[in-house]
């Protein structure tokens, strides 16, 4: 199976700004969330990339993306994140897709980048895979969650059985159980996707006959139709939207870069003044 496209989601009405924003990268530029995701996607080896949007937003998104060669397409109201994916579908027309959400950046170590590495599972499996990492049950009401077993003989991969959309604890308990992790631990998705052409058959059916459903609801139904992985990542996703997500993005990015021993310095240093500011404890009279 060779991915040859990618599609990234970036037309949430909540979120649409995300993309827009900057950060130093490892290598020590300035970037857009949006330029880091394309290089992202560039590194897997895939060379037609669309990005889901708001009308209005093209101008914005391709000063952004700085790379002529990406694509913009209109998301035309705003009708959730399995109709913007929708919105792709003349793009990727029957070609399995690489697919990102454009409000995340991953980081990860020691030179692995995980659409690559999430590429390169699904070229060799020739099936939809999607990325996901070992999540506590704490934050489960954020994430997209699987159950499944591991795939024998193969390492990080597992077959899926079914999808739940930000499932309790007690329903994650009860239906997705993974063996080998650990107690409390769930495989959430990552934010990254390797989709076959039957996902949009399926979701086309449903937006045909007027249902709303999640792109979770989907993938649940894919399992059910082709084979379907999930590859365990070893990096580690930000939400650039949530609460400090963007910090918190950065600060992963700078200790994973050129910059780490200088940033790490800085670091210490503010934490340093913080102490040395405090008022003394009772016990330091």
Known sequence: MKISKAVVTAAAPNQRTLPLQSVIDRDGSEKTVLR??????????????AVVISPGDESAYAQAAGDPSVRFLQQV??????????SARPFTADDPFLHLVGDHLYVSSNGVYSARDLVRAATEEGCAVSAVVPTRETLLPLYGTIGGQPLHGKQNLYRIERVVEKP?????????IVSGLRVGHYLCFFGMHVLTPTFFEILGTHQEAGRKVTVSEVLSELAGHEQYLAFEQTGRRYDVGAKYGLFQAQLALAMNGRDRDGVLAQLLEIIALQKSDMPASPLEH
């Open 168 to 176: 309790t604890p007690t329903e994650a308990e009860q239906n997705l």
């Open 77 to 86: 109201k705003p009708a959730g994140y399995a109709d913007a994916l929708y």
């Open 36 to 49: 880091i995701i394309i290089d992202e996607i560039r590194r897997a080896g895939i060379d037609q990339i």
